[in-house]
């Protein structure tokens, strides 16, 4: 991205890296080569398209509020701000969703425009866009009017980034917002890395003990019969491309929201409340980046009212609240997608494939790549009865330019539920202006495109409502890929809308989900299979349910670091049938480890589950939980820089994960013997070596100080920018100069407490590291019982410009829980936004 830098500006940067140039006086030239795209906070600047004049007013977090005189002039005005604040972020991010990256940042990044193409996202977009009424049509053309008014004005100062990286944006179009909006949805559908992952797992330790390892909830017997369905296939040898397929998306997920388990909300009933009015809470998990993909927006105009959070390159108001109704949203863990693996075969120049005994030939696609600094390419992508084959584009080549062509072995296809006709895009702008429980009701019962648990509230009551479009499977659970020649693994059309889960005003006086199973063992249809670990919705519960409650008691709950789990933890290590094994397993340890191991349960059986960032039995507590994954499963799936203990991991990032599961039961399973011993290890025995183990590491981590510990040592959190998350995929010249200015475009590392199952998530990669991945992205409160009900935090900051003081200023006031106002009276604007406004008028008047 910064292969073209003007000269003193690398000069500079590499000065930077290697201690030449003062810190000092490189951010003051960054800053000056930054702040010639910065907005002016006043004055007046005519634009062709605005129908009348737009103000723009900026709080002390540079989150602007929009004032028209029209609706359309207020989305005119959205997609210029928006574009002002995130152009880089919007530009990336449809360059990801079109599979077009490697025109701005070359060669390295070609596998991912590949998995994005064979994805196909612009055909969803495409039927997504044609079903949409023509109102909606005009919305979107309205806003992209706004975005490519800013990038008419700003031609010649560009952000930095992307004038440096040589790339001109194109124009922006009404269907580029519809694509940025179906490659969230695409993240929300949840199940691919999973089938992926458990492709890998099987190859390593076979179809027999791969149920083990997916993820079954407690309560659940334990999935053979879908592991089954790889019995017998030669995984190990005719799978060609599946590592590519994994690493890709693994490569996707780390640049977008793809497959994250995310998110808490919930809403209080007026009965259980202080003031005797409802509340909403909703908290929404991402991948950490600096910017966050979310930013807070309020727009005022005669026909529409709204503040809450907004993804730059959609023309909506996601969550939040328009002076009747707060809304919010969490992933349902809806399983939209399956792998299917087929059997191909060349003949000729046609690839076939085998359904229901006959061999078909595959539908062709072209796809033609543009590399920055290379000739163009042309490629193939294949296509069954069941998708697109990921491994006819994603595969083992010499040299990333190399053609690929899958002649033999298993193709290995993904069909989605993207690809659907239905009215979403009506559908969640008419939840942005329902004016009561009653009327969200009815429009998000036509989100087909996303599954979203929505929460809603009024002045009155609360509700909950399922969004999505969910398969029939006719066989199978869509755990594990299934075998594309069998009809009985089909789908069977999607669950009839009216059996998704809803409720309203519930006795319980509260409701909310936290990506938990939200529907009963056994339920008349099938959200999922791979819900998260049950622990945040416990809390939620625990607290929800606990007195009346109040704008302090949500913002407690939002920073609660809890963790239920521990108290689990502390259950089975008392069990009748643990407890005396236990013991016995630790005395059996050489002497050092035995006191280690003593000195682990001790505290442990005495921990209260809190979390902190300065708790030394909570770093403690991080320590056992990291061991004792790598004692049960890395004998069998390691290396830990292999595929299958990469794939443990991953799969542990976005469902209940099987170290939960064999730490609260499954004694009888088979990883707990370690495979690099002669004798035959049981559970207990594994965990005494665990408690061991977690007090050796800390004492190499942080020393032998028991008082020094501390789970923010080990536990912490960096802010990284596009660019820096983008540096390993471009040649070493690149990455080195970006290196140089990790200092002035990233933040951190800040200590963090919590972890995955706390209220106040910062999920970790269990058994890899403790670095901090997910958060709470954004923050909203809506309180009924206030004079202005909403308010709300980001975890960054507004601006996607390094240079802006509203850059990173969000991380702050995040950490602190320094909420802003979003007042809806004119007599309250003034006190939050200020005096000074960008005026936007007419061009020629």
């Not at 977009?125 to 053309?141: H, T, W």
């Not at 949805?185 to 797992?201: D, H, T």
């Not at 017998?232 to 994250?260: M, N, T, W, Y």
């Not at 269990?766 to 670095?771: A, I, K, R, S, V």
Request: hydrophobic share 40%; proline share 6%; aromatic share 10%.
């Amino acid at each position: 991205m910064f292969s073209r830098l003007p000269f003193p500006l690398l000069r500079l940067a590499l000065g930077a890296a290697f201690g030449v140039a003062s810190l000092a006086g490189c951010q003051a030239y960054l800053d000056n080569r930054y702040s010639a795209s910065l907005p002016p906070e006043q004055g007046i600047q005519p634009l062709t398209g605005l129908a009348g004049s737009a103000s723009i007013r900026r709080n002390a977090l540079g989150m602007p509020l929009i004032e028209t005189s029209s609706f359309h002039d207020a989305l005119f005005t959205m997609g210029y701000v928006h574009a002002t604040d995130r152009l880089s972020q919007m530009v990336g991010l449809r360059l990801m969703a079109q599979g077009r990256l490697a025109e701005m940042l070359g060669p390295g990044v070609l596998e991912i425009d590949r998995f994005m193409r064979a994805v196909n996202l612009r055909q969803s977009a495409e039927v997504l866009y044609r079903e949409a009424s023509p109102r909606m049509k005009r919305f979107f053309e309205v806003y992209a009017r706004g975005v490519n008014a800013y990038l008419f004005r700003h031609r010649d100062k560009l952000p930095m980034d992307l004038a440096a990286s040589g790339y001109t944006p194109e124009y922006w179009k009404a269907e580029d917002s519809v694509l940025v909006f179906c490659l969230l949805n695409f993240g929300l559908s949840q199940n691919l890395q999973e089938e992926v992952a458990a492709l890998l797992l099987a190859q390593k330790v076979g179809s027999d003990k791969l149920a083990w390892l997916l993820p079954i909830y407690p309560d659940e017997a334990l999935p053979f019969d879908e592991a089954g369905k790889l019995e017998g296939l030669a995984l190990d040898a005719k799978v060609p491309g599946l590592a590519a397929i994994e690493q890709a998306a693994r490569q996707v997920a780390e640049l977008s929201p793809l497959g994250v388990a995310a998110s808490n909300n919930w809403a209080i009933a007026g009965s259980n409340s202080r003031s005797g009015k409802p509340l909403l809470a909703n908290d929404t998990h991402l991948p950490l980046s600096m910017p966050s993909y979310w930013n807070f927006m309020q727009i005022r105009s005669p026909k529409f009212q709204a503040a809450g959070v907004t993804l730059a390159g959609v023309p909506a108001v996601v969550a939040g609240f328009n002076g009747k109704l707060g809304w919010g949203m969490t992933m349902v863990m809806g399983d939209g997608q399956d792998l299917y693996l087929e059997q191909t075969r060349r003949e000729g120049s046609r690839l076939m494939y085998l359904a229901d005994g006959k061999w078909l030939p595959a539908r062709e696609r072209h796809e033609t790549y543009f590399i920055k600094g290379e000739r163009p390419i042309r490629e193939t992508v294949y296509e069954t009865r069941n998708g697109p084959l990921l491994n006819t584009v994603l595969g083992e080549r010499k040299h990333p330019l190399q053609p690929l062509q899958l002649s033999s072995g298993y193709g290995i296809a993904l069909k989605t539920t993207q690809f659907e006709a239905d009215r979403s895009l009506d559908a969640f702008f008419e939840l942005s202006r329902a004016q009561s429980v009653d009327q969200a009701f009815e429009a998000t019962r036509e989100i087909r495109a996303a599954a979203l648990n929505v929460v809603f509230a009024d002045q009155q009551g609360i509700g909950w409502q399922v969004t999505g479009r969910f398969p029939n499977r006719r066989e199978g659970l869509g755990l594990v890929p299934s075998p594309g020649w069998d009809g009985r693994y089909d789908w069977d059309g999607f669950a009839d809308p009216m059996l998704h889960p809803y409720d309203q005003d519930p006795l319980q006086g509260w409701l909310g989900s936290a990506n938990q199973r939200s529907v009963p063992r056994g339920y008349g249809m099938q959200l999922s299979s791979s819900w998260y670990g049950p622990e945040r919705y416990e809390r939620l519960a625990e607290l929800a349910g606990r007195g009346k409650h109040d704008t302090r008691s949500m913002i407690a709950m939002q920073y609660d670091q809890v963790t239920p789990f521990a108290a689990k933890l502390r259950t089975m290590f008392e069990g009748p049938g643990m407890a005396g094994p236990l013991r016995q397993a630790i005395d059996a340890l050489p002497a050092g480890e035995r006191e280690r191991a003593r000195e682990a349960l001790d505290r442990l059986m005495a921990f209260d589950g809190r979390l902190a960032a300065d708790s030394a039995d909570a770093a403690l507590y991080g320590a056992f939980l990291h061991e004792s994954a790598r004692q049960t499963f890395l004998d069998e799936l390691g290396p830990e820089d292999g595929p299958a203990w990469g794939a443990l991991v991953q799969a542990g990032n976005t469902s209940y994960s099987a170290q939960a599961d064999h730490l609260l039961g499954r004694e009888d399973s088979p990883f707990w013997d370690d495979q690099r011993t002669a004798q035959r290890e049981d559970k207990p025995t594994i965990l005494a070596r665990s408690l061991a183990a977690a007090v050796s590491l800390l004492e190499s981590r942080l020393g032998s100080d028991r008082g020094a510990w501390q789970w923010g040592k080990l536990h912490s959190a960096t802010w990284t920018s596009g660019a820096t998350q983008l540096a390993p995929y471009m040649p070493a010249g690149q990455r080195r100069g970006i290196d140089a200015l990790r200092g002035y475009l990233d933040r951190g590392p800040y200590a963090m407490g919590g972890d995955h199952s706390t209220l106040n998530a910062s999920a970790y990669r269990l058994g890899m590291d403790f670095d901090t991945w997910l958060i709470p992205a954004m923050r909203i409160i809506v309180d009924f019982g206030r004079d202005e009900p909403m308010i709300g935090l980001n975890s960054s900051g507004q601006s996607g410009n390094p240079a802006s003081p509203h850059y990173a200023d969000g991380i702050e006031a995040w950490m602190k829980a320094q909420y802003v106002s979003f007042p809806f009276k004119v007599q309250n604007l003034d006190k939050v936004y200020g005096s000074k406004r960008l005026l936007l008028t007419p061009a020629g008047q």
